[in-house]
């Protein structure tokens, strides 16, 4: 197997902070590694040193040992509002369009428009039209596009929803690139990875194998460390006897003795503990009622509150919501929405990018009032809410000001010599982090979440998971990571669009086992959709609760449709048909990789109006069979 690089006695320090220190480690041809440690502790940092972004500090030695093209994906991305999709990418991909000639150039947009088709965007959109996760999409397909070598990736699928997730797991899993990335999404990794990689006090270790792998060597490792901090004590101990002898027995003793004694006296004050949040370190929430939230037919349109809305103007609603345009359209985002949220219910809410479900947080807080129906809130309900963009802090405060719990401190890994540090030298993620804790702090006995599992590291989801599990009030979760729902709820909340929101009790793994049995009875009785990536994804769940709902009812009376209903039923179930027929031909043309680039344009657009299309005769075919 080849080398492709090959790292040497490189360090990185911020003042007197030393994120690692003289490290050193080889990449092989094929290797795909996940580098995994606490934020603040350098991930990012190794990764622009390794992407030629940042320097060593200690100098060292980066060498790739092959002419391979390099293709790095950082956190955030630079764009031209103004600018459509297609320029977007094609203006990031310079180095890689130098050498190319007339030929590779159409080839290479060809790519490009494939994989923003596939990624569910039009190469002909501004990318001032698209929301937080829209954008991150756009960013990886100027990384993937190259088709490069060597991936260097920074949470690829932080802001991603699960269809664009799983697009890219499945893409990475079938690449034979060589891929070095730092992600938080325990599944993602393990279905993509073959390496692990632990940043950990400074030093490097690697670990063959899956996630699971990792867990266990790590834990014998820091065994194993802890055993030899055993030893060194005893043997500091009987140092010690010897420094505390007569002065007469020390005369004429060896320099060295007394040296080794400080190295010893050392090494025996470091253990590595694998943490864990104990309750004790909280105050419990408080007392929870009876009632928590009530919805009572809640329906929301933004555009039929432009004008009139207690908030002001569309735009506001825009930028408060990550400029996502589709929420910002006419359609409903909520629609009949009745439910009763009860005491210690642990729900997910899950959807597509853009859907509504920050929307519908902001209904459940008080922060949006609905354009229909009604909600009702219990009288003892205490709400802690973490936003995906709420951080405001004093960046002049100390940690401790910020949050004055030592116990809550220590657990979410803030060590003693961090609390006077000023919050504006922590990482992103250590802000994400102290964030959390102010929220925790307010004892809520409803706890909602949006998007938690963004800008934190693996270490701390865990550690966030086993406070969960224990938390004793309600918890309402809004994520696109698998792991972190499968842990921590056990009903679901899917947002299937046009406002239709349906229940399913269980978990995430479930929930998309059901959806997956679904398409694969519909693929092999209608042989209409090739594989299921290439199946509309946005109306999946409306095809399951459709079925669902069907066989819940089985046996009970169907409402008798009028004649007029019984042939607009018949007829549409002809036109689904035929609109899922050409939908899968648009999908073999773009897969095809022949067709010109107006060729391209127009079947991207009618593909773009073929799902709209085939959503709303879903609806209705849906409102006609119940």
Sequence with gaps: MASYLQIENISKSYGPKVLFDHIGFNVNEGDKIALIAPNGTGKTSLMRILAGKDKSDSGGKITFLQEIRIAFLEQDYDFD????????????????????????????????IRILTEFGLRPDQQMKELSGGEVKRVAITQVLAPEADFLILDEPTNHLDVDAIEYLENYLRRSRCT???????????????????ELDHGQIYVYKGDYENYLEKRAERIANYNAETDKVRNLLRRELEWMHATPCARTGKAKYRKQAFWELKDRAEQTHAVRQLTME???????????????????FSYSERSGGCVFGERAFFRERNGNQSREASDKWLIKDFTYKFQRYDRIGIVGRNGIGKSTFIDLLTGALEPTTGHIERGESLKIGYYHQSGIQFDERQTVL???????????????????????????????????????????????????????????????????????????????HDRHFLDRVVDHLLVFCGDGLIKDFVGGYTEYRTFIKDYEAEQKKQAKLREDARSSDRFS??????????????SGAQKKRLSYKEQREFDALEAELESLNAEKADIEALLAAGTANYEEIRKASERYEALKSELDKKETRWLELSL
Aim: glycine share 6%; aromatic share 8%; hydrophobic share 40%.
């Design 81 to 112: 509002p103004e600018a459509t999709l297609l320029d977007q990418v094609l203006s990031g991909s310079t180095p890689f369009l130098k050498d190319l000639d007339d030929a590779g150039r159409f080839e290479y947009e060809h790519r490009i």
């Design 179 to 197: 891929l070095f990335m730092v992600t938080h999404d325990r599944y993602f990794l393990d279905r993509v990875c073959n390496i692990v990689m």
């Design 281 to 299: 370190a909280l105050e419990g929430a408080t007392r929870l009622g009876t009632k928590i939230i009530d919805c009572y037919d809640v329906g």
């Design 401 to 479: 000001e910020t949050v004055s719990n030592l116990g809550l401190l220590n657990q979410f890994l803030f060590p003693h010599d961090m609390l006077n540090n000023p919050v504006a030298k922590l990482s992103g993620g250590e802000k994400r982090r102290l964030y959390l804790l102010t929220i925790l702090m307010q004892q809520p006995n409803l706890l909602i979440l949006d998007e938690p599992t963004n800008d934190l590291d693996i270490v701390t989801l865990n550690i966030l998971e086993e406070y969960l599990l224990d938390f004793k009030g309600s918890l309402i979760v809004v994520s």
């Design 540 to 553: 999946e769940p409306r095809a399951f609760f459709r079925e669902r709902d069907e066989n819940r009812s």
